[in-house]
C-alpha cells in the first residue's frame, strides 16, 4: 500500500502536471470504484484543480466549486500519466481523469478491488474522510508521546493504526523500528522516555529520508513503479537476507494478512519472535534465539 513517503511523491509529481488544469471528464470503468452519491461524480467535470494534499494515505484534489476528489489506492492501486484521452486499460483500469494537460489514468493489479474514490462537498465533509492521525512529520515529541501511548498496543500496531500516526504502513514501520533498534513486538507501555525519543527521531528520519531518495529517483518524470519493496530498505521485504547494520539475516513473522520483518540481533537482542502460526505448529521446538536457528539449519544442510 502506497504510504506517506509514496503518496508525498504522487502528490509532488501530479501538482506540476494538474493544478490550475482543468478536469474535462471523468470516464469510471469499475463500478466498485466510487463509493460517494452526493454530490454525483459529473459534477466534479468542467472544473478547475486548485490543489493537491494528502490526508493519511489518501490523495485530495481540491476542484473549484468547494469540491475535493479522494483517492485511496489502498494495496494495489496505482496512478498513470498517460497522454489526452489515453484509454482506460481493460483488465486492470479502474478509471481515466481527462485533464487539458493529460489524462490521469488509475489501475488497480488485484483480483479483489478496494481502492476508492469519493466526491464530497465542503471542509467538513471531506475532515469525515481523515482517520485522525497525528502527521508525524509535523508534530513536536509530547504530541507523539501522546499518540503513542493513548492505547496499549505493540509498536508495529500503534505505528500502523491510522486513527493515531497518519501515512505509516506495513512497510515504513519496519523500517522505522529497524532504525530505533526496537521490538516491533514490544507494548507502548513498556517504553522509557528514551526509547520514546529514540523511536521519534526514527519515524522523522526514515520518513524524511525515503521522501528525499523517492523524488531524487523520480527526478522531472511520473512514478511508474510504487512499490512497497525497495531495494535500499533495511528490512521490508529482506526475509533471510543480511541485515545492513549487523549481518545477521532478517526475520520475519507473519499474521493475518500482514508480515513484519526485523533484524533479531539490532532488535530484539537475539531472540525470535513468535509467528503465530509455526510457533504453535512447532511449540517446544520452536527456536528461541538466532543460535538456535543457525543450529537447525546446519544440522538440515548435513
Known amino acids: ?16 502536471r ?19 452519491v452526493d454530490p454525483p461524480i459529473h459534477e466534479a467535470e468542467n472544473r478547475n484543480v486548485l490543489g493537491l494534499r494528502r490526508l493519511g494515505k489518501r490523495i485530495v484534489f481540491e476542484l473549484q466549486g468547494d469540491l475535493f476528489l479522494v483517492f485511496h489506492l489502498m494495496i494495489a492501486g496505482r496512478f498513470r500519466w498517460r497522454p489526452r484521452g489515453a484509454r482506460v486499460p481493460g483488465k486492470l483500469g479502474l478509471a481515466a481523469f481527462d485533464l487539458s494537460s493529460g489524462t490521469l489514468v488509475l489501475t488497480e493489479a488485484a483480483s479483489m478491488k478496494r481502492a476508492s474514490l469519493h466526491l464530497v462537498r465542503g471542509a467538513a465533509d471531506l475532515k ?59 507494548q507502548t507501555r513498556h ?33 511508474e513503479k510504487v512499490t512497497a519493496f525497495r531495494p535500499g530498505m533495511a528490512v521490508h521485504g529482506r526475509y533471510r537476507e543480511p541485515c545492513p547494520v549487523c549481518g545477521a539475516r532478517v526475520q520475519r513473522i507473519r499474521y493475518a494478512a500482514n508480515e513484519c520483518n526485523y533484524c533479531a540481533r539490532c532488535q530484539t537482542g537475539g531472540r525470535l519472535l513468535a509467528d503465530r502460526s509455526l510457533s504453535r505448529l512447532m511449540k517446544s521446538d520452536w527456536p528461541r534465539t538466532l543460535e538456535e536457528l543457525e543450529e537447525i539449519r546446519t544440522e538440515r544442510s548435513l
Open 128 to 186: 469525515q474522510q481523515d482517520p485522525g492521525g497525528i502527521e508525524v512529520l509535523e508534530c513536536d515529541l509530547d504530541a507523539f508521546r501522546r499518540a503513542l501511548q493513548s492505547e496499549n498496543h505493540t509498536l508495529k500496531r500503534s505505528l500502523t493504526d491510522p486513527r493515531l500516526f497518519s501515512g505509516i504502513g506495513n512497510a515504513y514501520s519496519d523500517e522505522i523500528l529497524h532504525h530505533a533498534g526496537l521490538s516491533p513486538m514490544k
Open 1 to 16: 500500500m502506497p504510504e506517506l513517503p509514496d503518496v508525498e511523491l504522487y502528490i509532488h509529481a501530479l501538482k506540476p
Open 191 to 223: 517504553l522509557d522516555q528514551t526509547e520514546i525519543e529514540t523511536l521519534f527521531a526514527a519515524v522523522r528520519e526514515v520518513l524524511q529520508e525515503w521522501c528525499r531518495r523517492l523524488r531524487e529517483e523520480t527526478g522531472d518524470g511520473f512514478p
Open 18 to 36: 494538474v493544478v490550475g488544469e482543468t478536469l474535462e471528464k471523468v470516464r469510471l470503468a469499475s463500478p466498485f470504484l466510487l463509493r460517494s
